[in-house]
């Protein structure tokens, strides 16, 4: 089955820092997503990024697929990015659709 | 930016009791899907919809879980008999045909007391 471990489990920024989290992925993923659940559960879309970089403001994301990680660049950290960030891979199943599998998140915790 | 919506975003219920979660997928996606997250662990796919059909399930999603398109755009998640380990945040997606992107809605609270 498809494997999604993130690194690391718990991570405390001050404002301002920067900080990268690493998305390591089974053979069988050919998809990658990263998303951030903020403190009221809800569940934001950040990247969809199979392959390359792709930037939007002071995040980014880099997906090396031949090497099977993905890691989530934050920049000058705020205290609104705290959450649970999470990285879901999906693997085409043959009948249609993707199903995600979920990585277990790293929780950020930024403090002013 | 076209955006899937969930409602209601926070549902109290009695154990035994009914309830349906509502979800409006954007307008030109075929694929439909329902994902559950108990407190503090993963999201875990429940189940995908096409062509008016269940496409694939997970082991969680047994007889007491259905789904359905009943008016070509809302796609509803209905719990028969609600049990105290169905609380959790219930998320919606829809993806393109041949595309592996999701996009999620912001995800409804269900609390079964």
């Known amino acids: 089955g498809i494997q999604v471990e993130q690194s690391p489990p718990d991570l405390i920024l001050q404002e301002g820092a920067n900080s990268t989290l690493r998305c390591n992925f089974s053979?069988?993923?050919?998809?990658l997503q990263w998303f951030h659940q903020n403190p009221w559960g809800q569940l934001i879309n950040l990247f969809y990024?199979?392959?390359g970089t792709k930037q939007n403001g002071r995040l980014s994301a880099t997906t090396v697929a031949t090497e099977r990680y993905s890691l989530l660049y934050i920049s000058s950290s705020q205290t609104t990015d705290s959450g649970v960030y999470f990285c879901?891979?999906?693997?085409?199943?043959?009948?249609?659709?993707?199903?995600?599998?979920f990585g277990k998140g790293t929780k950020l915790s930024v403090i002013p | 930016e076209p955006e899937v919506t969930q409602t209601p975003s926070h549902q109290v219920t009695q154990m035994g009791q009914e309830v349906i979660l509502r979800c409006v997928p954007i307008?030109?996606?075929?694929?439909f899907y329902w994902y559950r997250q108990i407190l503090g662990q993963k999201v875990e796919f429940l189940v995908s919809?096409?062509?008016?059909?269940?496409?694939?399930k997970s082991e969680i999603f047994d007889d007491q879980f259905s789904v359905e398109r009943p008016d070509g755009s809302n796609f509803t998640l209905k719990i028969r008999s609600t049990k105290l380990e169905d609380s959790a945040m219930y998320f919606c997606?829809?993806?393109?045909?041949?595309?592996?992107?999701?996009?999620f809605g912001e995800g409804s609270r269900l609390t079964v007391l």
């Open positions: 990024i199979p392959s």
């Open positions: 997606a829809s993806s393109v045909p041949g595309s592996g992107e999701l996009f």
């Open positions: 053979d069988s993923v050919n998809n």
């Open positions: 879901a891979g999906t693997a085409y199943s043959g009948a249609g659709s993707y199903q995600l599998t």
């Open positions: 919809f096409y062509n008016n059909e269940i496409s694939e």
């Open positions: 307008s030109n996606h075929l694929y």
